[in-house]
């Protein structure tokens, strides 16, 4: 059974917006800090986003600082990433994942989220 199950992904124009949804399943939801990875063809997957288990604290990456804001509800057990002015740089696979630790923008990266997902695609046309 998949705990965290991505949606949203689709194709855009640039300049367009999309908005990424993570729903969980299995896991005590407010337990877990939870972020958006990226990877784009021949590259290696890359920090985007997290977000503190409250809610209360947020991290990104500069690449998307000011286009791409991260949110939860606690309540629906989701995580959502809206994504504004998008880029064809932007287009990747976009994959959630959950862990307890907190490392800001190093989360998922100073020790491995325990849980991820399947990943959705997001393409962005010139």
């Known amino acids: 059974q998949d705990q965290l199950v991505e949606s949203g992904g689709g194709s855009v124009q640039a300049g367009g917006s999309l908005r990424l949804s993570c729903a969980t399943s299995?896991?005590?939801?407010?337990?877990?800090?939870m972020a958006w990875f990226r990877q784009a063809p021949g590259k290696e997957r890359e920090f985007v986003a997290a977000?503190?288990?409250?809610?209360?604290?947020?991290s990104y990456s500069n690449s998307v600082k000011g286009r791409f804001t991260i949110s939860r509800s606690n309540a629906k057990n989701t995580v959502y990433l809206q994504m504004n002015s998008l880029k064809p740089e932007d287009t990747a696979v976009y994959y959630c994942?959950?862990?307890?630790?907190?490392?800001?923008?190093?989360?998922?990266?100073?020790?491995?989220?325990?849980?991820w997902g399947r990943g959705t695609q997001v393409t962005v046309s010139a």
């Open positions: 299995g896991l005590t939801f407010t337990n877990y800090h």
């Open positions: 977000i503190f288990w409250s809610g209360g604290i947020t």
């Open positions: 994942a959950a862990d307890r630790t907190w490392a800001g923008d190093q989360t998922c990266i100073v020790e491995p989220c325990s849980y």
